[in-house]
């Protein structure tokens, strides 16, 4: 998500910002502008710079304000109404909405206001939000946004707009990004810092868990509706989601992963020729493995950088072709030679399986597994399409049915322990998880009333309650 207020360029800008989060979603763009009198909205299938590069459709949103999203699916369908930002005319005058995370009592809450008479225009649990605030009986529209957040769960950082306002919110644990920045002296809210690099923008800070600020002609207003909380920022967001050359939360994407890669190499070493990245996402890892074991990083896998990322294509099969499409074996580098490969994570083992016998192929005598992340045991429900438990192959193997499953030589998974000392962040604390992580430890910070029919759990309450 992407969003500036009071510049002459905004929308040129915003695609230029949404361009440098391709990563955070493919299959859909879109931007909604405002000129001072009328919204005006492109949404598209397909990628920014396929869509939003031509003069023409920049030229078609106009105005000193705009705001644009990128789509990941993890809610509603692929198709065009459920392409964000999502928009709707108010009493109080046009809204626009993007979301990136997703809501636990999303389709609960849709289904109450579908009962009361709501129209639903989209099949996401964004829109939910929309008719939240619609239906807020409130003056001030921050106070109307606000009575939305307080009837929703889950993650969430939204990035809106109105006639006179743009506004960011991020949930009270903070599970996923957004930061604030600056150019020519006009606010700029993002979902990561790489965004703002991309347009020569300053970063100013990051907006902080719980919190909702606004921007208007008066300046900028920080709203803290929320007991306080403690920050439990999503840990695969340093493992895989962010952009490697972003900060978040005030940490160097590619130093963590670099630090995961060592941590590894301490916790599971192995005797091999060469260390070898399973690109992209497993460089700066491999990295780190390298430097800490004192065995030579060699790039043994060529990446194709023109077919998108397979964890996030929507059908098994097409996860199959784009494996083979996206990778090549570097013979030169892998024959006759012991190697470890070293990987961000394995979620289904598709992928690590066909790699592994790719490097046979290419003549490897030893092929060597590391995964710079604890296994995925447990499905997301705030944001990351991971499939089912029982698609996850760490929650239906154990480490050696794992190995035999890909067919490594060894596999080896950083511990949960190891990944906080990465973090930088010492042993995991028990009581108070420093992150969301529970891919890997089954522990959801919030309630899931959709999955469970229940509210916020005693044991959230009890934090909450703490929290005062
Ligand atoms: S399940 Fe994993 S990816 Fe999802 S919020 Fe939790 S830590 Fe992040």
Same mark, same amino acid.
């Given at each position: 998500?992407?969003?500036?207020?009071?510049?002459?360029?905004?929308?040129?800008?915003?695609?230029?910002?949404?361009?440098?989060?391709?990563?955070?979603?493919?299959?859909?763009?879109?931007?909604?502008?405002?000129?001072?009198?009328?919204?005006?909205?492109?949404?598209?299938?397909?990628?920014?710079?396929?869509?939003?590069?031509?003069?023409?459709?920049?030229?078609?949103?106009?105005?000193?304000?705009?705001?644009?999203?990128?789509?990941?699916?993890?809610?509603?369908?692929?198709?065009?109404?459920?392409?964000?930002?999502?928009?709707?005319?108010?009493?109080?005058?046009?809204?626009?909405?993007?979301?990136?995370?997703?809501?636990?009592?999303?389709?609960?809450?849709?289904?109450?206001?579908?009962?009361?008479?709501?129209?639903?225009?989209?099949?996401?649990?964004?829109?939910?939000?929309?008719?939240?605030?619609?239906?807020?009986?409130?003056?001030?529209?921050?106070?109307?946004?606000?009575?939305?957040?307080? #009837?929703?769960?889950?993650?969430?950082?939204?990035?809106?707009?109105?006639?006179?306002?743009?506004?960011?919110?991020?949930?009270?644990?903070?599970?996923?990004?957004?930061?604030?920045?600056?150019?020519?002296?006009?606010?700029?809210?993002?979902?990561?810092?790489?965004?703002?690099?991309?347009?020569?923008?300053?970063?100013?800070?990051?907006?902080?868990?719980?919190?909702?600020?606004?921007?208007?002609?008066?300046?900028?207003?920080?709203?803290?509706?929320?007991?306080?909380? #403690?920050?439990?920022?999503?840990?695969?967001?340093?493992?895989?989601?962010?952009?490697?050359?972003?900060?978040?939360?005030?940490?160097?994407?590619?130093?963590?992963?670099?630090?995961?890669?060592?941590?590894?190499?301490?916790?599971?070493?192995?005797?091999?020729?060469?260390?070898?990245?399973?690109?992209?996402?497993?460089?700066?890892?491999?990295?780190?493995?390298?430097?800490?074991?004192?065995?030579?990083?060699?790039?043994?896998?060529?990446?194709?950088?023109?077919?998108?990322?397979?964890?996030?294509?929507?059908?098994?099969?097409?996860?199959?072709?784009?494996?083979?499409?996206?990778?090549?074996?570097?013979?030169?580098?892998?024959?006759?030679?012991?190697?470890?490969?070293?990987?961000?994570?394995?979620?289904?083992?598709?992928?690590?399986?066909?790699?592994?016998?790719?490097?046979?192929?290419?003549?490897?005598?030893?092929?060597?597994?590391?995964?710079?992340?604890?296994?995925?045991?447990?499905?997301?429900?705030?944001?990351?399409?991971?499939?089912?438990?029982?698609?996850?192959?760490?929650?239906?193997?154990?480490?050696?049915?794992?190995?035999?499953?890909?067919?490594?030589?060894?596999?080896?998974?950083?511990?949960?322990?190891?990944?906080?000392?990465?973090?930088?962040?010492?042993?995991?604390?028990?009581?108070?998880?420093?992150?969301?992580?529970?891919?890997?430890?089954?522990?959801?910070?919030?309630?899931?009333?959709?999955?469970?029919?229940?509210?916020?759990?005693?044991?959230?309450?009890?934090?909450?309650?703490?929290?005062?």
């Amino acid at each position: 998500m992407f969003g500036i207020f009071g510049h002459p360029d905004a929308a040129a800008i915003t695609a230029l910002g949404l361009h440098a989060l391709q990563h955070r979603g493919q299959e859909a763009a879109g931007i909604v502008s405002f000129d001072g009198k009328r919204f005006h909205s492109e949404r598209r299938m397909g990628l920014v710079g396929d869509n939003f590069s031509r003069r023409e459709v920049i030229d078609r949103l106009p105005g000193m304000s705009a705001v644009g999203h990128v789509r990941y699916s993890t809610t509603g369908e692929t198709i065009l109404r459920n392409v964000q930002p999502l928009f709707a005319e108010l009493d109080a005058g046009g809204f626009a909405i993007g979301h990136n995370g997703n809501l636990t009592n999303g389709i609960t809450l849709r289904k109450q206001l579908v009962r009361d008479g709501a129209m639903m225009q989209s099949t996401t649990d964004t829109e939910v939000m929309l008719h939240l605030v619609a239906r807020a009986r409130r003056n001030r529209f921050v106070d109307r946004f606000i009575e939305g957040l307080r #009837q929703i769960e889950g993650a969430y950082a939204f990035v809106a707009m109105t006639n006179k306002k743009l506004v960011g919110a991020r949930d009270p644990l903070g599970i996923r990004p957004l930061v604030l920045g600056k150019l020519d002296g006009c606010p700029i809210l993002a979902s990561e810092t790489c965004a703002l690099d991309v347009i020569g923008a300053t970063y100013v800070r990051d907006i902080e868990n719980g919190e909702v600020v606004v921007f208007d002609e008066d300046g900028a207003q920080s709203h803290k509706p929320f007991p306080p909380m #403690q920050a439990r920022p999503c840990i695969f967001e340093y493992i895989y989601f962010a952009r490697p050359d972003s900060v978040v939360g005030g940490r160097s994407v590619y130093d963590i992963r670099k630090n995961m890669g060592a941590e590894l190499a301490r916790e599971a070493p192995a005797s091999a020729d060469v260390i070898v990245p399973v690109p992209d996402s497993g460089v700066p890892a491999a990295l780190g493995f390298s430097q800490a074991a004192g065995i030579p990083y060699e790039l043994g896998i060529i990446r194709n950088h023109y077919v998108g990322r397979t964890f996030i294509e929507p059908t098994q099969q097409i996860r199959q072709l784009g494996v083979r499409l996206k990778h090549s074996a570097n013979r030169a580098v892998v024959n006759g030679k012991r190697i470890v490969l070293v990987d961000d994570s394995i979620v289904r083992g598709t992928t690590s399986t066909k790699i592994v016998q790719m490097m046979r192929d290419a003549g490897a005598s030893e092929v060597h597994f590391r995964i710079a992340s604890p296994p995925i045991t447990h499905p997301d429900y705030y944001g990351i399409d991971t499939p089912e438990r029982d698609k996850l192959l760490a929650a239906t193997h154990d480490l050696e049915g794992m190995r035999q499953f890909i067919g490594a030589d060894s596999l080896a998974f950083l511990s949960v322990d190891g990944i906080y000392r990465a973090m930088g962040a010492g042993a995991r604390d028990p009581v108070r998880p420093q992150f969301t992580d529970h891919c890997f430890t089954g522990e959801y910070p919030t309630g899931l009333t959709d999955q469970t029919g229940q509210q916020n759990t005693p044991r959230q309450l009890s934090l909450l309650a703490e929290a005062g």
